[in-house]
């Protein structure tokens, strides 16, 4: 028997051919993607991002900086707000001012007002504020994940 | 030229590829319905529904669906628990069905700190319940049942360090009462007859302990340990104060928590930090502060604690000054405070010298376990098959009819490894005298043997 | 109109620029498909026809093959997850299995492709001893095989110990202890392979090392080479060797136009040497479409297997408490019964003289009949021999793997006693 080498494909043949290579094709690309899913960590062992402080009553007015989570937790009566302490420029670890109003960062320079906003150095924009929340069992809560405006108080 | 033709296989092709497409797909299905996604679902909905303000409802909505995870590097743990046990931590679900309920009583363990399984047992790096659990093969530490709980207690505390660890204490009690430590060795002590126990509570299942003790030679044919007559609240008691032996290596951290404020380390701490330079305690001492005898009858326990962390927050215009002691600090000073009002606490302990050698005896014959094998009160009874007198250990009762205090002294010392038999043909007995040379002190020996002779009983006693 | 459309794609530049020839449309284009891919150009433009009989070979070598790739692919999917120390490794396997997606499936392909491949090498080892295609001009692609077959072994006992469980530390305690019972080398040996007197952090190091770099180089390697000398060995082996009066009168048929000069130098049956015109089909596309359908289902199966069996995970290593009895992974236990017998016989002669006969095989078997031909009559009493040392090292498998309870005692596989029992 002699298949003629340019045949045409039959219905039925054609049908197959394509249901077949776009399962096929289709297994490609879904294996593909669990590979991707898989590269994709479901669990960090690194410090939770939402960090679990201390009651209010244990911090004190003004700024305390928290190394867990580098961050500074600034008290005002009974208005809690966290700033990061992670210098926007390169990442140091920005330290409070002498005269407690800003914070500068001591690798490059770059100064911060009260406000957390640029006044001077390298710097490309502000020191973010980070959300403060309440546990149910009255702890403080700092997420890093979230930022907020810098006006956004935790009133206890 | 002929060629085979291919269309027969082009179906198998189809399908091929259709199984191969259809299989990838399950992977994806099987990870996307995991078992606790459930519980975090029903959690946002619980939240959403308690939720009254739109900034609630908000952050409800928020809340990510993922695992939880406190990575405990002290301990060598990771708990995965607080996935699905999400509202552990929250108040408003006290006494709600679990997995979504709070947990009591956690503050002096904080979970950031001290994790689940380090209490609870189970598997915690598990996603699923039963995995978790632990009843499953492959993972020897299931969970403890709540009835056996206080068990983790003594991974840290001894039950004389816990007041609310009642069944701890009792099984520690019935430990002492048996004498284990005569044939076992526990943290260090005791004797070799029979296997170390510093880690059975990581091996043994409670279930198998428990029947363990109702008949050894049932459990494990052969095993010398003897028949006790242990009541069903003696074996529930020593069952659980096996579990909690699980020789597990806690890291500094967790050693200098374990601290338990107590009046003696108060006292300690009132003489280094010098308070008696303004206060006095019976008649000695300072007079710029208040005389401390009766501290406890003017003033709560709440109220010292607060005074101690800052005086001018319930004394305002004290000047006493804020001397940033510890939270265990704060509690042992109040712990002594407390105790200087109690009549008791300065006859309360007993001097040892003040003891009769008789009674020191019996306490050296509790502590190094003679009871284990001559019954408590060396009443004897308990049976070592084979044993020329009458299959059974001797009992002490009559020593001092056949030993002289010199003599009795010498055998205690050198034990008697070979027991004469009853029949020779059968396995010689499985108990022996150990030598206890090198583990009872003279000074203990001296006070066990006038105990030994002191158990003649009296009518009968004869002279020779 | 859906043909223009393959068509209009198919001639893109982008795409001709990665596939030269496209969808071949004539015999040149089938030849030059198969010669102008790397992917391809492995097998010859023309193969013989009985290459697609699937009884010829049943697929054993290529669905080693295919394993081999399925394992690398996973291998190091999973190596991105897990760390070699003792203290993460078992953890690091309930994180596959809890916390990472597909990770536990990952594990089960990797788990059961690597038992599939020890069996399929054997398998094919066999196929190749009973159908006589060790034979000239083949010896030497025989021995890279029984190679391969030490080194498939190599790479499934380093990959034992990885996961850090009692299953895989009392194992590879039991692997290495029977290389110990080697004369004089042998605790040398066990010495250095531990990186110490017992299985512990330096093993764990160098059995990964070795598992995840050092044996499978050396099998890409000598994969390599093995596809590299079935094709210039003369493709696969095939009854019907014709005369050198035949090859004369062949070679006088052949158009003038075709060259042989590159392939006269390969020696015996070269593809066009051997093979008369009209037993020859094309590589593309008969050959590769039923090698893609046999991709299909290996991979199938594979996933099948790992959807619905996981891979076991006994409680973590514990040198305290040996399980009893402690068994090596089951294609050494046919050795581990033999040591049961005799430490120096079983682990020591038994194996070296098996590997030594499998090398040496060839080069002693040389009559040229058989070849190509299923339990051919006139090799009557090498395939006795063969037979019944297979045989034999089934039957010590089995026993070792089913028969055998605590204390090495034999018990039957239905009668089994909980191992709690046994140690108080």
């Not at chain 1, 924009?125 to 935790?154: F, N, T």
């Not at chain 2, 207690?153 to 520690?172: I, M, S, Y």
């Not at chain 3, 009985?50 to 070979?57: A, D």
């Not at chain 3, 593309?284 to 297997?305: A, C, D, N, Q």
Request: glycine share 8%; with cysteine.
């Amino acid at each position: 028997m002699k298949e003629p080498l340019n045949h045409r494909l039959g219905r039925r043949e054609f049908l197959e051919l394509t249901l077949g290579w776009c399962a096929a094709f289709f297994a490609l690309s879904a294996s593909a993607m669990a590979a991707v899913r898989f590269m994709i960590p479901n669990v960090l062992y690194e410090p939770d991002r939402r960090f679990k402080a201390l009651k209010p009553e244990d911090y004190p007015e003004g700024a305390t900086f928290i190394p867990e989570t580098r961050v500074f937790l600034l008290r005002k009566g009974n208005s809690f707000r966290a700033v990061s302490a992670v210098c926007t420029h390169l990442g140091c670890t920005v330290n409070q001012s002498p005269d407690r109003k800003g914070f500068h960062c001591p690798c490059h320079g770059s100064q911060f007002d009260e406000n957390a906003s640029v006044v001077g150095g390298p710097a490309p924009h502000g020191l973010p504020w980070l959300l403060v929340a309440q546990s149910p069992d009255g702890r403080i809560v700092i997420d890093a994940s979230q930022q907020v405006k810098a006006d956004k108080y935790l009133v206890i | 030229m002929s060629e085979p033709s291919l269309r027969p296989w082009y179906p198998w092709f189809t399908f091929l590829a259709f199984v191969l497409g259809l299989l990838v797909t399950t992977v994806f299905f099987k990870d996307q319905f995991r078992e606790w996604k459930k519980w975090q679902n029903a959690y946002i909905k619980q939240e959403m529904a308690k939720a009254t303000t739109a900034e609630q409802r908000e952050a409800a909505a928020h809340i990510p669906i993922e695992i939880k995870q406190i990575v405990l590097p002290g301990l060598g743990r990771v708990d995965r628990c607080i996935t699905c046990h999400v509202a552990v931590e929250d108040p408003s679900y006290a006494g709600l069905k679990q997995p979504l309920a709070y947990h009591v009583n956690h503050s002096q363990h904080p979970f950031e700190k001290f994790g689940c399984t380090v209490c609870h047992q189970g598997q915690g790096l598990a996603t699923t319940k039963e995995a978790a659990h632990g009843n499953v093969p492959h993972w020897d530490r299931p969970m403890l049942p709540l009835n056996f709980l206080e068990a983790s207690c003594a991974k840290c505390h001894t039950a004389d360090e816990l007041a609310d660890a009642p069944k701890l204490a009792q099984g520690q009690a019935a430990f002492d009462k048996f004498g284990c430590i005569g044939c076992h060795k526990l943290q260090g002590r005791g004797g070799n007859v029979g296997p170390e126990l510093d880690a059975v509570g990581a091996r043994r299942s409670p279930e198998w302990l428990a029947r363990h003790f109702k008949n050894p030679s049932k459990l494990v044919p052969g095993s010398a340990m003897p028949h006790f007559q242990m009541s069903d609240d003696e074996i529930a008691a020593l069952t659980l104060y096996m579990l909690g032996q699980t020789g597990e290596h806690l890291s500094d951290y967790y050693v200098s928590m374990k601290t338990i404020p107590s009046a003696d380390s108060g006292r300690r701490l009132f003489q280094e930090r010098g308070c008696i330079g303004c206060h006095s305690v019976a008649k000695k001492g300072g007079v710029i502060g208040p005389a401390l005898d009766d501290v406890s009858k003017r003033r709560t326990g709440k109220w010292i604690v607060d005074h101690f962390k800052d005086p001018q927050s319930v004394s305002p215009g004290s000047v006493m000054p804020k001397f940033g002691f510890t939270e265990q600090e704060i509690r042992a000073l109040t712990a002594f405070l407390v105790s200087l009002s109690d009549p008791n606490v300065v006859g309360f302990l007993k001097v040892p010298s003040e003891l009769t050698s008789i009674e020191r005896g019996h306490t050296v014959f509790t502590k190094y376990g003679c009871a284990g094998c001559h019954n408590q009160d060396g009443n004897g009874g308990i049976p070592n098959p084979n044993a020329k007198t009458a299959e059974q250990v001797p009992s002490l009762k009559y020593v001092a009819e056949g030993y002289t205090k010199d003599e009795l002294k010498k055998f205690i010392m050198n034990g008697q490894r070979e027991i004469a038999m009853k029949d020779p043909s059968r396995p010689p007995p499985p108990l022996y005298m150990p030598a206890w040379k090198t583990r009872i002190p003279e000074g203990e020996l001296d006070d066990l043997v006038d105990y030994l002779i002191s158990l003649m009983p009296k009518d009968e006693k004869t002279s020779f | 109109m859906f043909q223009n459309l393959f068509k209009s794609i198919a001639a893109n530049r982008v795409i001709r620029s990665i596939f030269r020839v496209g969808v071949p449309r004539s015999n040149l284009q089938r030849a030059q498909a198969a010669i102008s891919s790397f992917l391809l150009h492995v097998q010859p433009a023309k193969v013989h026809k009985n290459v697609l009989k699937f009884r010829t070979t049943l697929g054993l070598g290529l669905i080693t093959l295919y394993l081999f790739i399925i394992l690398v692919v996973t291998g190091i999917l999973l190596m991105f997850y897990y760390v070699p120390s003792t203290e993460h490794a078992y953890q690091d396997m309930k994180d596959l299995e809890f916390v990472v997606t597909a990770g536990l499936v990952l594990r089960n392909m990797h788990r059961w492709s690597a038992h599939l491949m020890v069996i399929f090498v054997i398998l094919h080892l066999c196929r190749v001893f009973y159908t006589g295609a060790y034979k000239a001009p083949r010896e030497f692609n025989w021995v890279i095989g029984v190679g391969l077959f030490l080194v498939t072994l190599g790479l499934s006992f380093t990959g034992y110990l990885l996961p850090w469980d009692q299953l895989a530390f009392w194992a590879v305690t039991v692997g290495t202890s029977i290389a110990g019972y080697a004369p004089v080398v042998g605790n040398k040996i066990k010495y250095m392979l531990l990186g110490g007197n017992i299985v512990g952090q330096s093993a764990l190091l160098r059995f990964y090392v070795l598992h995840v770099i050092v044996l499978p180089s050396i099998a890409f390697f000598m994969i390599s080479v093995h596809l590299f000398r079935v094709r210039k060995d003369g493709g696969l082996a095939r009854p019907e060797e014709p005369t050198a009066l035949q090859k004369e009168h062949i070679l006088s048929q052949l158009p003038q136009s075709k060259t042989y000069g590159l392939m006269e130098l390969a020696r015996g049956t070269t593809p066009a040497v051997g093979i008369r015109q009209e037993d020859e089909v094309f590589t593309w596309p008969h050959l590769i479409f039923r090698e893609m359908l046999l991709f299909l289902l290996v991979s199938s199966v594979v996933l099948l297997l790992a959807i619905f069996w996981n891979a076991p995970l006994e409680e973590a290593a514990n040198a305290i408490h040996p399980p009893n009895p402690a068994k090596a992974p089951w294609y050494f236990l046919g050795l581990q019964e033999l040591v049961a017998y005799s430490a120096f016989w079983g682990g020591v002669v038994v194996p070296t003289l098996v590997v030594t006969a499998l090398v040496a095989l060839p080069y002693i078997d040389r009559k040229r009949h058989g070849v190509g031909v299923w339990f051919s009559k006139e090799r009557k009493v090498a395939i006795t021999l063969f037979s019944i040392c297979l045989i034999a090292a089934i039957s010590l498998t089995v026993i070792g793997s089913l028969f055998r309870g605590p204390n090495w005692a034999f018990q039957l596989p239905w009668k089994t006693v909980p191992s709690e029992e046994f140690h108080p």
